[in-house]
């Protein structure tokens, strides 16, 4: 047989209309889907058994009557979903096969027979050589059974049987056809799922064995067929117990040989030898590690025997023992961390294809253990594994490598004169994992080393971020060289390495002094083998009598936070050296001495005098805690002073803590240099619409280092003795607002500084620029008439001063500026007038225009003769103010008789117009508008009209009618543009007239602005001096001898910019 995922289709065709299709190309595209359906199971969410599918003895009267199988679902690693079902509706067509119905709890198999595997020869089920299948029964029930079953109760040896879940898979072929319709023909593909039972030789045969076959034709090697998904490291024997380090109690010397006994280095030792031998220095775990090992792929396999040989030459040394029971203690502790994951890390990134194929083993019978080997797990994809629980344990895998490799006690020989910096003070974890705390100063580091320690902070690549004695491989940031510098409310204790073969008195000074300095919540002891005579000092003991007062002594390479760390030395000779160190969950026992200390203030500048401090006990020795030898305390008179003068430099702006006989107090003291800040204006919000307020921003920054917020700051804005308060923000940032600022009058801003007795004063001036706006609060555009009445400006800023560049049209009332046009001098009309605000040029301009001051009168008329209708109007134009009366434009209204009618008057003011059919009944009052561009002048003439009367005496008329007239039919029309761009300067109107030889013509402007209209009793019409704007024209024509006259269709003229 052949597995669906042994050959992948990894392309198909796509069909085209009317295509023949070969049954290989229809077989490719169900293939190539079939296949990634299968591959989208087995890679994306795993194989194996996902739930259910678990076998029950069931007994009546003591008799096995029934196998009972609960429903589950299983994958196969060939992409099959197997799950029990039931036949639900039998297929009536011949080649149909029949429908099933998952919807069942559970299928209890009653009978069995032997199972032959002939028709699929299914690999799993043979040896090497495919000929000897393992035995195999298959189970059925009531409703499956046949002849050839016999009831369950027939299987003997049920202790030593197996069940599997089989799909039998293979391809029936179809008789060839020979009728007419085929469609129902082809190769059946055979898929029966079978339950069978096996012996335990059989599933050792079915799981394979994982070794090289040699071919007997050509002696090529091939690895036999073996489930490489199953193996897992849970089936190692005794791989979850918990392996523990045994407590070393130093009581028991005490204890077992009695407080008179001397005892020296070598007991201790002795004590924690006999606690490492009686576990072989952890060789159980080693056992069980490379075991995991060779199952999981990882190559991780340590040496116990060269590990071992190191730990015993630590014992060799006088100082350091203690550090090889702590590493075994680390490496049982990696261990806890695997097994307690090895439940959870089934997850297969690749499961072997060939592993389980088309079965599923279900386990034991007769299930006498809770982990079955012989049962398939479900091995999920990496997708599915949000723990991460198998790279976790493959992680801690390596650590435990990286352990057993880089342990390494450094000698004290062989460090040298530098060992007295090797002291270190490390914040690490107490009851967290081992991957949590603080990497040991015995672990030589690498790259390597830190990606191992801890998987969360290697995954999130942040592993250089480890807390660690040695920091060369660690992150460069602060707070992860210099720990204690920081927040440490997340760890409850501290690692105390380098001390250990150290001088006690110089290790105990440097602790003290790293404990005092970065203010660390433990109490340091020191215990002596020679048992002390007229000891005064409290932190020193007989190591005999401490242990029996405080029988909780325990090594942790460290102390916990309140708790006591206790260091033992020994005479090594040459002199006296810590050999041990222990700790106590409790502050013990050096006596509670009150110290307390105070300043007359928390913050001094440098160049102030020296103040004195309260020492309480009086005579208490006042230290400061800093770097420097030049820290500010000195004695005058026998009294301690703080002398700010005295501090270097380098402590300038840093908190300079003190202790009292070596006691820390909560006494500390700043010193800052003199202010040399720098105090700008910012910005300057100016006022608004009626707003009189203007808001300052000021900025106050340090360029040398100092602090701004080390000083105190206060303002005077109105030049005057009155000091205001300022505070900046953490950015420098301080607001102030004035009112009323008037701009001829701009205050000097003063800044006083002030810090801890030094003071800066800071005077700013020309901080007011504030931008200037004007305009006119009426609708005024680029023009005025020079009689028009005065027009407010608004103006910006509130306050500011306006002024003309030419004329004295600007005027102040009260605190309004106004422009009279009235002011202008006439010389200056006609000119643009600019105007400033508190000196600064506006976009503000305006331009006064003259205003019209002429007299219209009609001084003739000349009235219609005989046979005439027209009546010529002669009008003169003068200006009493002397004005050139030809400068403006004159239309004239004559009512019913033309209106936008223009004149225009000759140097001598003399102008003329025709009236036509005037009727003495209907004399017009004749309104003449007087234009200057934008300014105008309306008149009008009354009584103009006075016609000369005629006597009539008689009236004879003829017998006879003395002729006949035929009134014409006059018709107009008028054409021209209806849209003008105003660059065109000018446009024409034409007219056209008929019904008469004796026709007139007169235009008229019926709407828009004033423009210069030239041949209006003409049939064209010349328009000129554009304004942007709508225009109406309308064509008048009369005949003169009938007086009978039309008027053309108002034509409309838009006028656009």
Known sequence: MNNQLSNISTQYRKFSKGQYIEHTQFNEFLSFFEDQDRLSKVMLQGVGIVCGLKPNLMYTNKILTSVQLSQGVAITTDGDLLTLNNTSEVSKELYMSDLKTINIESKNYTHFKVYDNFKVGYPSFYDEKGLEQVELWELATVEETNNDFQPISNLSNL???????????????????????????????????????????????????????????????????????????????????DEKQERVIVERLILEKGADMKFSSSDLKGLYSAALEKNNYGKFIFEKINKISEIMGVQSIVNHAAFKNVLQQCFTQQAGFQYAYDVVKDVMNTYSEIIKLLPQSFTKGFPDLDSFPKHIMLGKLMQDTQLDFSRHQFYNSPVLDDEKATERVKVLMNRFSQQVRSFKYPIPIEIGPEIKSQIKITPSQKLTPLSNKAIPFYYQTSE???????????????????????????????????????????????????????????????????????????????????????????????????????????????????????MVYDNNGVGTSVVADFSLPYICCTPKIEAALSLPSTVICAESNRIPFTVIPVGGVVKAVADSELNGVEIFNGKYFFNPKLVDVSLHGKAIAFTVNGKPTNCSIKVIAEPEVKVVVDYVFYPEGNSTATIVNL??????????????????????????ALKPDSKGLIKYTLYDVVPTRIPTIKVKVNGGGCTQDISIRDWYDAPVALSFKADIKDVICSGADRIPFNVSPVGGIVKADIGEGVKLDGVQYYFDPKSV??????????????????????????????????YQVDYPITGSNETIVHFNVSSPSGQNVTNYDYIC??????????????????????????????????????????CAEDLEIKGWYDAPSVTIKSIRFSDENCCQYTIPTITVKATGPTTVGLKEVSFKLNGEAQGSSSLIYSWAQLKGPVVKLTGVNKLTLQVENLVVEDYEFQLTAVDVDSGAFAKSDILKVNVYR
């Open 893 to 934: 209204d004559f009512g019913s008789y033309g209106n936008q009618v223009p004149l225009h008057p000759d140097a001598s003011g003399n102008a003329s117009h025709t009236l036509y059919n005037v009727s003495s009944k209907d004399i017009p009052v004749i309104k003449v508008k007087v234009s200057n561009k934008g």
């Open 699 to 724: 900025i106050v920054s340090a360029d040398n280092g100092q602090n701004i917020m080390d000083y105190t700051y206060s303002g005077n804005f109105w030049d005057n003795d009155s000091w205001v």
């Open 825 to 858: 001098d006439k010389s200056l009309h006609g000119q643009v007038i600019h105007f400033t605000v508190n000196g600064q040029q506006t976009n503000c301009s305006i331009k006064v225009i003259t205003q019209p001051d002429v007299i219209v009168k009609v």
């Open 448 to 566: 390597e080393f830190l990606k191992a320690w801890n998987f969360d902070k290697t995954n999130n690549r942040s592993f250089r971020n480890n807390l660690a004695y040695y920091t060369g491989w660690l992150s460069s940031d602060r707070h992860i060289q210099e720990p204690l510098h920081f927040n440490i409310d997340k760890n409850s204790f501290y690692n105390i390495e380098g001390h250990q073969g150290m001088s006690y008195e110089e290790a105990f000074e440097q602790i003290k002094e790293i404990r005092d300095k970065l203010q660390l919540g433990f109490d340091i002891m020191v215990l002596s083998f020679e048992e002390l005579k007229a000891n005064k000092d409290m932190s020193k003991a007989y190591f005999n009598e401490y242990v029996e007062k405080h029988p909780g002594l325990e090594h942790k390479r460290g102390v916990e936070r309140g708790g006591t760390f206790v």
């Open 159 to 241: 202790q030593d049987k197996y069940v599997l879940l089989y799909l039998e898979d293979y391809e029936k072929d179809i008789k060839p056809c020979r009728g007419v319709d085929c469609d129902n023909h082809g190769v059946q593909q055979i898929r029966n799922l079978k339950v069978l039972v096996t012996t335990a030789k059989g599933i050792v045969r079915i799981l394979g064995e994982d070794r090289l076959i040699i071919d007997p034709i050509t002696g090529e090697g091939k690895r036999s067929r073996k489930d490489r998904v199953q193996p897992h490291p849970l089936f190692i024997e005794d791989v979850l117990r």
